[in-house]
């Protein structure tokens, strides 16, 4: 099966309002990165972490090694929010590969 | 002054022509990546390289070929084209001390007819 599991697959949210995408790990990843996705197709780094907790503006990340998921939270939603958030993780051993869940594509409506 | 740039941006190919996809860094990373993006898979991962004169296979290596003649040039060569291989392709950098952490190109949108 899959090594990252992102949930929901999709997600409507209205403006002003907010919520949070999981991805669940089926085996011990040592780092954890989020994108987004843009109507342009760019990836957009959002967060890195290794550990912990990170916050940058509306958005907020936690990342558990130990329990195996990382979070992305997402408060205050707007329209430029819209888009597919992809989380991308690293399991041990050096070569640094990212394993990447199947992406949430999030609409954020007026 | 963006650090990773991908050429062309996007191609048609033949069946059973030969493409190659371009990558250049300026990030000064070791590490390079190429990911194919298509619909319900995510980003996977076809070759990726330590340093100039390095590729190893990823996930998904079969019909393609990489190539790392210095530290800021990676391509991605596909000698005989399928319409499988049909996709958006991205490169990617990162360090060796900080693992996982990359940055990626703006993607090539590659069709094979």
């Known amino acids: 099966g899959d090594q990252v599991e992102q949930s929901p697959s999709a997600l409507s949210l209205h403006e002003g309002t907010g919520s949070a995408l999981r991805c669940n790990f089926t085996t011990t990843m040592r780092a954890v990165q989020w994108f987004q996705q843009n109507s342009r197709g760019s990836l957009i780094n959002l967060f890195y972490l290794a550990s912990g907790t990170k916050e940058n503006g509306r958005l907020k990340s936690t990342f558990n090694s130990k329990e195996s998921y990382s979070t992305l939270h997402i408060r205050d939603a707007q329209l430029e929010d819209s888009g597919t958030y992809f989380c991308a993780a690293a399991g041990g051993g050096s070569n640094a590969k990212l394993t990447f869940g199947k992406g949430t594509k999030l609409s954020v409506k007026s | 002054e963006a650090a990773v740039t991908q050429s062309p941006r996007n191609k048609v190919a033949v069946t059973g022509g030969k493409v190659t996809l371009s990558c250049n860094q300026t990030?000064?990373?070791?590490?390079m990546y190429w990911y194919r993006q298509d619909t319900g898979h995510g980003l996977r991962l076809i070759h990726y390289?330590?340093?100039?004169?390095?590729?190893e296979k990823g996930d998904i290596p079969d019909g393609y070929k990489a190539s790392r003649p210095s530290q800021e040039n990676f391509s991605l060569i596909l000698e005989l084209a399928t319409p499988s291989q049909t996709s958006v392709y991205f490169c990617a950098s990162g360090r060796t001390d900080n693992y996982a952490e990359q940055f990626f190109g703006p993607g090539t949108r590659l069709t094979v007819l």
């Open positions: 390289s330590y340093g100039a004169g390095s590729t």
């Open positions: 990030n000064n990373h070791n590490n």
